[in-house]
């Protein structure tokens, strides 16, 4: 059984600062790419940053310069540093893996999400 456990979302004011963690537990082998998604009401799940295995990192438009997406791979876990924060990025955001099993194949694993709220 795997879990992607996501924390680190609340309430802050614009122009402030958020760092989200989200780590991957249970019989893994390996973490392979992981990202940060991220769904508004009334909007589809968007992509805000993701990371290879390597450390290779592509962001959405919108959150560059202003996210940093990181990863430390021997404890499975993943980051989203996300400073001068905007009303817009109010959000549930969502970790997403692909994980792969010993023996197996890879399989991709959402987490429950974390609600990340900026008011103006």
């Known amino acids: 059984q795997v879990q992607l456990v996501e924390s680190g979302g609340g309430l802050v004011q614009a122009g402030r600062s958020l760092r989200l963690s989200c780590t991957a537990s249970?019989?893994?082998?390996?973490?392979?790419?992981m990202g940060w998604y991220r769904q508004a009401p009334g909007n589809q799940r968007e992509l805000v940053a993701a990371i290879t295995r390597g450390g290779s990192t592509n962001y959405a438009d919108s959150v560059k310069g202003r996210f940093t997406i990181s990863r430390d791979n021997a404890k499975n876990t993943m980051y989203l540093q996300m400073n001068s924060l905007k009303p817009e990025d109010t959000a549930v955001y969502y970790c997403?893996?692909?994980?792969?099993?010993?023996?197996?194949?890879?399989?991709?694993?959402w987490g429950q999400g974390t609600q990340v709220t900026v008011s103006s």
């Open positions: 997403n893996a692909e994980i792969l099993f010993l023996g197996d194949n890879e399989y991709d694993y």
């Open positions: 249970g019989s893994i082998f390996e973490v392979n790419a």
